[in-house]
């Protein structure tokens, strides 16, 4: 959400309407029931949402004080509001670690399914073929074939270690070591991938070929001081810690009040990937209605890519941690963080099939027809009746 988004003041009536309803349930509801947990969800989101326009607005800020043009920006506004998802995703895995887990791999079938239905909104040829920005094609597919090396090589690690411990091993968790090295691979992915991006498509940089995007340059543009960038990162860092607080009580409420009603808690686990990735489609949502369509299909991708190699790997890390510090138990007496089932080692190897459509998808032709969207989202259906159907 680059241009003049800094100049709307749209941010600010969703943080004060989210404080306020967050306000009302903390205080005014004392019974942890339904209205209390929906009020709690509602008011976080709008908090998170508004938390996450702050820090975009900061990152657009320095983008344009560093001449990044708008592909390069949107990426970066992207990565940016994650930050505010990641305070969030850390009360939920507090709050409930196995389906905070599993939450956060659900997102990236959902961010297939986001990406699939606003590929549908694109204009078409003649065959029915949706061209896709060159930028995206040349840099996002390297990440897609990656995110499903990845997620086919944790899921047959996992298949074999709760194979051989109905052995009599005792190899049924991925304990914290397991978790700080998987997370610091995954990140290191991202952090190359990320300095590629601005090296190649910033600042300085003179297109190689006519499918490059140059640098924009705009004429007597007023650039955001330092002082209202560094202002609104750290005001949207706060507000991200009570929005996620309280979307992390929400959480605890509905797996809670589903399980009590005979619900699987992956029923919960869908509902809360959903509401994790709502961010991301107000973003899309907002820079396509804006005419920002390459700000757009660079949060469409980036929803997909920053889960396997950002959010994951946060949501790892942290997980260790709070298993290192007692914020949440042990599990298995050795260090043992994430339990290796069915749902868990499910959701990890369901995110192959839908990598690898996407880098079919895209890579072919830099092209996506009506078959490719449909298997998108038909794969993603196919993850979430596995998950809720077997729960």
């Given at each position: ?203 300085d940089h003179k297109p190689e070929s006519q499918d490059d995007v140059p640098v924009e340059m705009t004429r007597n543009e007023t650039l955001m001081p ?53 961010g991301a489609f107000i973003m899309i949502g907002t820079a396509h209605f804006q005419g920002k369509y390459n700000i757009a299909m660079a949060n469409a ?91």
């Amino acid at each position: 959400m680059s241009g003049n988004s800094h100049e709307s003041k749209q941010w600010l009536w969703l943080l004060i309407s989210g404080l306020v309803v967050v306000a009302i349930a903390t205080f005014a509801i004392h019974s942890h029931g339904w209205l209390k947990g929906i009020l709690l969800g509602v008011g976080g989101l709008l908090v998170v949402f508004a938390s996450s326009e702050m820090m975009i607005h900061a990152v657009d800020g320095y983008a344009k004080r560093k001449k990044m043009n708008s592909f390069v920006a949107g990426t970066m506004a992207g990565l940016s509001s994650n930050i505010p998802e990641l305070v969030m995703l850390a009360f939920v895995l507090m709050a409930t670690p196995r389906v905070g887990f599993i939450v956060t791999i659900l997102t990236l079938h959902v961010g297939a399914a986001a990406f699939g239905l606003y590929c549908g909104t694109l204009p078409r040829d003649v065959e029915g073929n949706a061209s896709l920005p060159k930028p995206l094609v040349n840099l996002s597919t390297d990440l897609y074939a990656a995110a499903a090396g990845v997620f086919f090589s944790l899921g047959v690690i996992m298949l074999l270690m709760k194979a051989f411990s109905a052995r009599g091993g005792n190899g049924t968790y991925l304990n914290t070591t397991d978790l700080y090295v998987f997370g610091s691979i995954l990140l290191a992915i991202q952090v190359v991938a990320t300095m590629r991006l601005v090296k190649r498509f910033s600042r300085d940089h003179k297109p190689e070929s006519q499918d490059d995007v140059p640098v924009e340059m705009t004429r007597n543009e007023t650039l955001m001081p330092i002082k209202t960038i560094v202002s609104f990162g750290f005001a949207g860092l706060a507000m991200s810690v009570i929005g996620g607080h309280s979307v992390g009580e929400f959480a605890g409420i509905l797996v809670h009040k589903l399980e009590a009603a005979g619900y699987s808690e992956m029923f919960g686990a869908v509902i809360l990937s959903v509401f994790a990735a709502a961010g991301a489609f107000i973003m899309i949502g907002t820079a396509h209605f804006q005419g920002k369509y390459n700000i757009a299909m660079a949060n469409a991708s980036g929803a997909i890519t920053q889960v396997p190699f950002l959010v994951l790997p946060a949501a790892m890390i942290l997980l260790a941690i709070f298993t290192q510090t007692g914020m949440i138990p042990v599990l298995g007496g050795q260090n043992g963080v994430i339990p290796i089932d069915l749902h868990t080692t499910s959701a990890i190897f369901l995110g192959f099939p839908s990598m690898l459509i996407l880098w079919k998808a895209v890579q072919d032709d830099g092209k996506v027809n009506w078959l490719e969207t449909t298997s998108m989202i038909a794969i993603f259906v196919l993850a979430i009746y596995l998950l809720v159907a077997h729960g």
